[in-house]
């Protein structure tokens, strides 16, 4: 079992940053890819960010593209989003998850979930 706990959301006016971080414990966190998803109000889920196991390569949505970026620090068992220039339709909650399997931008080949950090962004 990994244990995944997001925090760092927040309410937040149009153009601002935030940082999500995502806290993991349990197996051992360099097994797995890493990823971000939301699911804005009324929405599906939708992939926003991933890493492979050991950072070195990164994906991104195409909205999350050049102003999100993911990290991650196997010493320390954490992933995190760095979001710039926040939109209003950024708003939705974030999920962290870890995939021990590949089609690491797939919601479906992810075990474990974080229980979500809300994010509203206001014009």
């Known amino acids: 079992q990994v244990q995944l706990v997001e925090s760092g959301g927040g309410l937040v006016q149009a153009g601002a940053s935030l940082n999500l971080s995502c806290a993991a414990s349990g197996r051992t966190f360099s097994n797995y890819a890493m990823a971000w998803f939301r699911r804005p109000p009324g929405s599906e889920r939708e992939f926003v960010a991933a890493?492979?196991?050991?950072?070195?390569?990164?994906y991104y949505s195409n909205s999350a593209t050049g102003r999100f970026t993911i990290s991650r620090d196997n010493a320390k068992n954490m992933v995190a989003l760095q979001m710039n220039s926040l939109k209003v339709e950024d708003t939705a909650v974030y999920y962290c998850?870890?995939?021990?399997?590949?089609?690491?931008?797939?919601?479906?080949?992810?075990?474990?979930w974080g229980q979500g950090t809300q994010v509203t962004v206001s014009s």
């Open positions: 998850a870890a995939t021990n399997l590949g089609g690491i931008t797939i919601a479906n080949m992810y075990d474990y």
């Open positions: 890493t492979t196991r050991s950072g070195g390569t990164t």
